[in-house]
């Protein structure tokens, strides 16, 4: 670490006197795990960690950071790919891993407050007791936590029924740059008083404020969740199939996820504990899942939709599941990139999005520039087609370290020419930021450094992420 600036010096006795020891680390007392996110950045270790429990702390912290011009970097659960919540040299962290809680669930309004530290999973089994569901998931769905979640505008398995995660946010509050706590607890699904202020804050990614709180809409507990791991021979069939499904099921369709075979055959191959759950080779699998109200109803037309594609001749074969066992097991397939890090070794990752009818196009054309240009390249192409939503796993096997640099060049370079977005879900951080303006304009770009200068005046809060600010 370079030597403290007498402001960064200052920061840091004003912290460390106002905060008790547990709220407040320095030095070697910062753990190991808040000097990066997983985006495989270097580590870092920031000045100081500070870990308020309140909203209000959260508030002190920032206010006290605003005042000496000490830049803050706002971390959650660090589960993030892009490098958002990575420290950056000279700032501060500040965690909202100690805020955590359910402060209220109302079943009249069906909505929950959390505080933003709070990890999806508890969430997700919170709502499940009181008998409700919240449709936002992740693999990370244990580590990562609301408030990153929100940051990034996550979205996971079930955007093509419930939206990305804005669409379950009613109420947010949030700390701003300069430690004015802004708080609009909302619990009405129609509010029309003006500005949507919380749609700002949320997909910022911590460049515009700390969110600290959140009222999040919940939806009715599935009476029934049925699924289907489909093997499909073309990826015109895919799309067929995906109308199809959309037209068939309506509101019931929770899910289309399609994995093309070099996923499949590295997945099903090499992550241990992972069952096939159909047999022989298919040019896509498809993994549908439907949400009903009751296996009675729901049961019955589910398999009836499937009778009438299999007579279509959309889908080849099929394992369909007899119990949440099952529906588990067809996951497991899909959630087996999770594992990826293990198996595979380093590699580089990407979620893009994409016209729908164009993605297996993109994967081959993808697939033939980074094999023509590396040796001995594997990129294998999986995710929520449903919505528009492409996950690519690449690395040259044996290269250490991975030519990253050249791989996301490729990548990145071919999403523009199909018109696509270089993050469909994972945010932008500083791993995509060089490539942030292949999906965005210049007038989008300028007029996001617009709302960071009017809210950020100084440039503390998060700098260096998501984009840089062109001088003033």
Not at 167 to 196: C, P, Q, R, W
Not at 419 to 426: F, K, L, Y
Request: glycine share 10%; hydrophobic share 45%.
């Amino acid at each position: 670490m370079s030597s403290l600036s007498p402001n960064q010096t200052a920061c840091i006795a004003a912290l460390v006197a106002h905060f008790p020891s547990a709220t407040c680390l320095v030095g070697d007392d910062i753990p190991v795990r808040n000097g990066a996110d997983t985006s495989f950045l270097p580590a870092i270790r920031p000045i100081a960690l500070v870990r308020p429990n309140t909203p209000e702390g959260v508030a002190t912290a920032m206010r006290i950071c605003s005042m000496h011009g000490v830049a803050v970097v706002p971390q959650g659960g660090l589960t993030g790919l892009a490098g958002g919540a990575h420290p950056i040299e000279g700032a501060v962290a500040l965690s909202v891993e100690r805020l955590t809680g359910i402060e209220e669930i109302d079943p009249a309004a069906a909505t929950m407050t959390v505080r933003a530290g709070t990890p999806l999973e508890v969430i997700q089994m919170a709502a499940q007791e009181a008998g409700f569901f919240v449709p936002l998931d992740l693999g990370a769905r244990g580590s990562c936590v609301i408030g990153g979640n929100l940051g990034t505008n996550a979205g996971g398995n079930r955007v093509i029924r419930y939206g990305m995660a804005r669409e379950m946010v009613l109420g947010l509050e949030y700390v701003l740059a300069d430690g004015t706590l802004v708080t609009s607890l909302n619990k009405m699904i129609k509010n029309n008083a003006g500005y949507d202020l919380k749609q700002l804050f949320i997909g910022s990614e911590g460049t515009l404020g700390i969110i600290t709180r959140t009222v999040l809409r919940l939806q009715p507990r599935p009476g029934c969740t049925l699924a289907a791991l489909c093997g499909v021979a073309s990826y015109e069939h895919v799309v067929s199939l995906l109308g199809a499904a959309r037209r068939g099921l309506g509101p019931l369709l929770s899910a289309f996820e399609v994995m093309w075979p070099d996923y499949w055959r590295e997945a099903t191959e090499t992550v241990k504990g992972i069952r096939k759950p159909i047999a022989g080779e298919h040019a896509f699998y498809v993994l549908l899942e439907a949400q009903g109200l009751s296996e009675d109803v729901d049961g019955p037309r589910f398999m009836e939709w499937l009778e009438t594609q299999f007579g279509a001749g959309l889908i080849e074969d099929a394992a369909i599941s007899q119990s949440m066992a099952d529906v588990t097991m067809f996951w497991r397939t899909r959630d087996a990139a999770g594992e990826f890090q293990t198996v595979l070794g380093p590699h580089v990752a990407f979620d893009i999005g994409l016209p729908v009818a164009r993605m297996d196009e993109f994967a081959q054309i993808c697939r033939a520039r980074l094999a023509d240009a590396l040796p001995d390249m594997l990129s294998v192409y999986y995710g929520h087609i449903g919505d528009g939503n492409i996950h690519i796993v690449a690395l040259q096997r044996g290269a250490s370290p991975q030519p990253s640099a050249e791989i996301a060049r490729i990548v990145y370079e071919t999403v523009r020419e199909f018109g696509g977005t270089v993050s469909a879900e994972h945010g932008i951080g500083t791993v995509k930021k060089p490539y942030l303006s292949y999906t965005r304009t210049p007038e989008e770009l300028a007029l996001m450094a617009t709302l960071k200068r009017a809210l950020d005046p100084q440039g503390i809060l998060n700098p260096g992420k998501v984009f840089d600010l062109p001088s003033a």
